[in-house]
């Protein structure tokens, strides 16, 4: 099993920065993927980014592309969220996610196999 952690949520002003960690422990695999996803209140779990085990390839939701970047080190079996120009749609509740065995960034969460609690993130405006 693979313990996903997230970390660094919080309050910020719209047009803000917030840096989300993820830190994976357990039985810790090599050749995973790895994505962030959102969830806000009386909505589905909607895709953020993904990045491949290797970092080379990464993947955004049209809705963070310019303003998200996803990151990860792999010696820290860390994986990061920048987010810049927050505004109050990005208020939600914010879930690091893992696919092992694959090097492919997928968007889809049925596609994932770990999955972390969760980090608030709130947006005022």
């Known amino acids: 099993q693979v313990q996903l952690v997230e970390s660094g949520g919080g309050l910020v002003q719209a047009g803000g920065s917030l840096r989300l960690s993820c830190v994976a422990s357990?039985?810790?695999?090599?050749?995973?993927?790895a994505a962030w996803f959102r969830q806000a209140p009386g909505k589905e779990r909607e895709f953020v980014a993904a990045?491949?085990?290797?970092?080379?390839?990464?993947v955004y939701a049209d809705s963070v592309k310019g303003r998200f970047a996803i990151s990860r080190n792999i010696a820290r079996n860390t994986v990061y969220l920048q987010m810049n120009s927050l505004n109050a749609e990005d208020t939600a509740v914010y879930y690091c996610?893992?696919?092992?065995?694959?090097?492919?960034?997928?968007?889809?969460?049925?596609?994932?196999?770990?999955w972390g609690k969760g980090t608030q993130v709130t947006v005022s405006s």
């Open positions: 990045i491949s085990w290797i970092g080379v390839s990464t």
């Open positions: 996610a893992a696919k092992s065995g694959t090097n492919s960034p997928r968007t889809r969460t049925y596609e994932y196999d770990y």
């Open positions: 357990g039985r810790t695999v090599s050749g995973y993927a």
